[in-house]
């Protein structure tokens, strides 16, 4: 069996932007508030009316190709859950 997850994430950019989402206050608080007036939260959404498109996490670009943009989307949406 081929495992490629990384800590449960799909990969290790997925799971660095994640994790650093949800256990940074201010990254947290800001998509807390996105998700609450969005009518259907994205991530994309959310960098985008953050204004933190150019914001890199350990080296990592929240626009990154290797991300898996729908665990994000469910990261965002379930926030306030």
């Not at 997925?14 to 800001?30: A, H, R, V």
């Not at 939260?41 to 990592?60: Q, R």
């Amino acid at each position: 069996m081929n495992d490629n997850s990384y800590n449960g994430w799909t990969n290790w950019a997925t799971f660095t932007i994640g994790n650093n989402i949800l256990n940074d206050e201010g990254l947290y608080n800001m998509a807390r508030n996105y998700e609450r007036g969005a009518v259907y939260p994205t991530w994309k959404g959310f960098i985008e009316n953050a204004g933190l498109e150019g914001l890199y996490l350990e080296g990592v670009s929240v626009f990154d190709g290797n991300l898996d943009y729908t665990e994000l989307d469910e990261v965002i949406q379930e926030i306030n859950a």
